[in-house]
C-alpha cells in the first residue's frame, strides 16, 4: 500500500525566504507525481507535474524534483511571497492504478 | 476553458433529504473523479469515470451514487446521508493517457445535519 508523507506538517517563513517541501512514499513504483496547492475551503490547484522517467519540472519560482529510489520528491519555493501561503499538497499515481494518493499535506504561511 | 464548475457551492441538508451535487468540465477530458475532504484532511478518492463508466469505486457507501451522463457531466447523488459525511466534496477532470494533470473544481462544502 502506497503512503505519502510530507514534513513539515507546517512552516512559517519571512516574506523573501527560499524554501524547500519535503514529500516521501513507500512505493518506488510510480507513474507520476504531481504538487499542488489548496488555499483554506477550495479546490487543489495543480501546480507542477512529474512523470516518472522525469528528474525534475520548473514553473516560474516553482521547482519540484523526483528521486524514485529513494522514494522523495521536493518542492522548492524561490523567493517566498505572502501570496503563497496556502497548503501543499504531494499526490502520486502508482504504475498501473488510476488512483492518486495524497499527502499529508505542509500549511505554508510567509509574513510580509 | 481550464476550468472545473461545481454546484452547490454550499449545501445543507437533513438526513433524509435527497440533494444532488453537479460538476461540469469542458476540456475534452475523459476522467471525472469525485473527492472527498475533510478539514484538515488530504482529499480521499471515492469514484473514478473513465470514459463516462464507472471505473473504480472506493468501498463507498450506497448512500452516495454517482452519475456520468456524458463526457463532460458528472453528478454526485445524496440520500440519508448522516452528520459524519459532512465534508468538502470536490470533483475533478483530467486527461487519459501521459499528461494525466488534475485540475479541481472549488468544491462544495456540505453540511448534514
Known amino acids: 500500500k502506497q503512503e505519502v508523507t510530507q514534513i513539515p506538517a507546517a512552516l512559517s517563513v519571512p516574506e523573501g525566504e527560499n524554501l524547500v517541501l519535503n514529500c516521501s512514499f513507500t512505493?518506488?513504483?510510480?507513474?507520476?507525481l504531481q504538487w499542488f496547492r489548496q488555499d483554506p475551503g477550495k479546490g487543489l490547484t495543480s501546480l507542477l507535474l512529474?512523470?516518472?522517467?522525469?528528474r525534475e519540472q520548473t514553473s516560474g519560482r516553482l521547482n519540484a524534483s523526483l528521486d524514485k529510489s529513494s522514494g522523495r520528491s521536493t518542492l522548492y519555493i524561490a523567493a517566498s511571497q505572502p501570496g503563497d501561503s496556502a497548503t501543499y499538497l504531494c499526490?502520486?499515481?502508482?504504475?498501473?492504478?488510476?488512483?492518486?494518493?495524497f499527502g499529508t499535506g505542509t500549511r505554508l504561511l510567509v509574513s510580509p | 476553458d481550464t476550468e472545473v464548475t461545481q454546484t452547490p457551492k454550499h449545501l445543507v441538508m437533513g438526513m433524509t433529504n435527497k440533494k444532488s451535487l453537479k460538476c461540469e468540465q469542458h476540456?475534452?477530458?475523459?476522467?471525472m473523479y469525485w473527492y472527498k475532504q475533510k478539514a484538515k484532511k488530504p482529499p480521499e478518492l471515492m469514484f473514478v469515470?473513465?470514459?463516462?463508466?464507472?471505473?473504480i469505486n472506493e468501498s463507498v457507501p450506497s448512500r452516495f451514487s454517482p452519475e456520468c451522463p456524458n463526457s463532460s457531466l458528472l453528478n454526485l447523488h445524496l440520500h440519508a446521508l448522516q452528520p459524519e459525511d459532512s465534508a468538502l466534496y470536490l470533483c475533478?477532470?483530467?486527461?487519459?493517457?501521459?499528461?494525466?494533470?488534475?485540475?479541481f473544481g472549488s468544491g462544495t462544502q456540505l453540511s448534514v445535519l
Open positions: 512505493d518506488s513504483a510510480i507513474y507520476n
Open positions: 475533478a477532470s483530467s486527461q487519459i493517457g501521459a499528461n494525466e494533470k488534475l485540475f
Open positions: 469515470y473513465s470514459y463516462e463508466k464507472l471505473s
Open positions: 499526490a502520486v499515481r502508482r504504475t498501473g492504478f488510476q488512483k492518486l494518493v
Open positions: 512529474i512523470q516518472s522517467s522525469q
Open positions: 476540456m475534452g477530458h475523459r476522467a
